[in-house]
């Protein structure tokens, strides 16, 4: 048996500021990636970071790097003036 700390739906609804309710209708839904565990449902705290929105899929990490190499070769010359002030 693994050594993970699992999060209840109500202490993730805690993390989230919403009702255990919406963390159920989240989890049927398929935003919330959850495991039934006889009535209840726990969530790999790990996942966490994905729920709130504050990890890169691949394809965003592919956007904001094409986002950057635009902005350095169009504006590199005034980048590399206000970097030296």
């Known amino acids: 048996m693994k ?3 699992y999060l ?3 202490e993730l609804a805690h993390i ?3 009702s255990r309710i ?5 989890i049927q839904k398929g935003q919330i990636k959850a495991v039934k565990a006889g009535r209840n449902y726990i969530i790999d705290p790990h996942d966490v970071g994905n729920i709130l929105g504050t990890v890169l899929t691949a394809e965003d ?3 904001v790097d094409a986002a950057v ?3 350095v ?3 590199g010359e005034t980048l590399r003036l ?3 002030e």
Do not use: H
């Open 73 to 75: 070769s169009e504006y």
């Open 82 to 84: 206000l970097g030296a």
């Open 69 to 71: 190499k635009k902005t």
């Open 3 to 5: 050594d993970t700390k």
């Open 16 to 18: 989230l500021g919403i």
């Open 22 to 26: 919406a963390v159920f209708r989240k």
């Open 61 to 63: 990490k592919q956007t």
């Open 8 to 10: 209840s739906t109500g």
